[in-house]
């Protein structure tokens, strides 16, 4: 029951769908010709479906209690954005910057983000579920609780990560992989449904 009561506060608190503002247009939110500079959140408990924010730019992009679903996000420029209970579905992140970006209870599901930057970002409780993830960019950052599910993470690179901690499930050759690209030391035991669960020490020593 209290393992059950964990994972449960570790996934995105999200009201129920038909609960959400479906009003917010990520366009007029994030689209400004000069870029955008906020202080206060953009959107919270809304839904965005088939957006467009793609090449957007600008600093302090904050989401919260959000879906977004089969949005083109590609080329994003968002500096120390922030996203917490968030849900990416079927989304294409490819070649987007989110350099120093907090990602709190956060999911992705069936994404795509193909040579995407999250350098130095702080990511906790975030899940990664049936994506592609080729040449990915995770150096300086630290992942907390991150767990990553059949996911492609062709040439990403993982190097001067800051801290790795806590449990990553991973398929064996996804082990293998963080086995190749981290200096953390490894525990862990084959479980009954043919996954790795690792537990993965504190590593602040630059990554190979």
């Given at each position: 029951m209290?393992?059950?009561a964990k994972a449960l506060a570790q996934q995105p608190q999200i009201e129920d769908e038909a609960d959400l503002c479906t009003e917010y247009d990520l366009y007029d939110l994030f689209g400004a010709e000069d870029g955008f500079d906020l202080d206060d959140p953009a959107a919270e408990n809304a839904l965005f479906e088939g957006q467009d924010a793609s090449y957007t730019q600008g600093r302090g992009a904050e989401l919260k209690g959000c879906v977004l679903r089969r949005c083109n996000l590609r080329g994003l420029r968002w500096h120390?954005?922030?996203?917490t209970d968030v849900v990416f579905e079927?989304?294409?992140?490819?070649n987007s910057r989110f350099y120093e970006a907090y990602f709190q209870r956060v999911?992705?599901?069936?994404?795509?983000?193909?040579?995407?930057?999250?350098?130095?970002?702080?990511?906790?409780?975030?899940?990664?579920?049936?994506?592609?993830?080729r040449m990915l960019n995770l150096s300086g950052a630290k992942l907390t609780g991150v767990t990553f599910t059949d996911c492609d993470l062709s040439e990403a690179s993982l190097r001067m990560l800051q801290e790795m901690k806590h449990t990553i499930n991973a398929s064996f050759p996804m082990l293998r992989f963080l086995r190749r690209r981290s200096s953390a030391r490894f525990r862990g035991e084959k479980s009954s449904?043919?996954?790795?669960?690792?537990?993965?020490?504190l590593s602040t020593s630059p990554c190979l």
């Open positions: 209290a393992d059950t120390k954005a922030s996203f079927n989304c294409d992140l490819s999911r992705f599901v069936g994404c795509k983000l193909v040579g995407t930057d999250a350098v130095d970002a702080l990511l906790r409780n975030v899940t990664f579920d049936d994506s592609l993830m449904t043919g996954h790795w669960s690792s537990m993965i020490s």
